[in-house]
Nanobody, 123 residues
Framework: QVQLVESGGGLVQAGGSLRLSCAAS????????MGWARQAPGKEREFVAA????????YYADSVKGRFTISRDNAKNTVYLQMNSLKPEDTAVYYC????????????????WGQGTQVTVSS
C-alpha cells in the first residue's frame, strides 16, 4: 500500500520557522516529481512547491517564493519543506503529493496524497 506521511506541523509565531517532512512507503518515488500543497479553511487547495525527481529543479507559488525551500532525499524516499518567515496567511493543512510530472503537481491533480499536517501561524 502506497503511503505518504507528513510530519513537522504545529503552532508557530509569525516570523518563525517550521520544517515539514514527508516519508513515502510502499513505492519508490525516485522517478517522480514531488510537491506540497495547502488548504486553508474555506479555501481551495493550492499549489505551494514542487521538486523534480533529481532534486535539481524547484518550483514555488509566488506567495512563498523566497521564504520556503523544497528538497528531497531519494535514498530516504523523503521530501522536505523548510518554511521561514512564516505569516498568519500561511496557516493551512499542508499536503505532500507525488506525480509523474511537475505540471500535474502544480495543477493539484497528483496521483498520490498524504493525509496532511496542520500548520498554524499566530500573529
Amino acid at each position: 500500500q502506497v503511503q505518504l506521511v507528513e510530519s513537522g506541523g504545529g503552532l508557530v509565531q509569525a516570523g518563525g520557522s517550521l520544517r515539514l517532512s514527508c516519508a513515502a512507503s510502499g513505492r519508490t518515488f525516485g522517478s517522480d516529481a514531488m510537491g506540497w500543497a495547502r488548504q486553508a479553511p474555506g479555501k481551495e487547495r493550492e499549489f505551494v512547491a514542487a521538486v523534480t525527481w533529481s532534486g535539481l529543479s524547484t518550483y514555488y507559488a509566488d506567495s512563498v517564493k523566497g521564504r520556503f525551500t523544497i528538497s528531497r532525499d531519494n535514498a530516504k524516499n523523503t521530501v522536505y519543506l523548510q518554511m521561514n518567515s512564516l505569516k498568519p496567511e500561511d496557516t493551512a493543512v499542508y499536503y505532500c503529493n507525488a506525480a509523474a510530472r511537475i505540471a500535474t503537481i502544480q495543477a493539484i491533480q497528483s496521483d498520490y496524497w498524504g493525509q496532511g499536517t496542520q500548520v498554524t501561524v499566530s500573529s
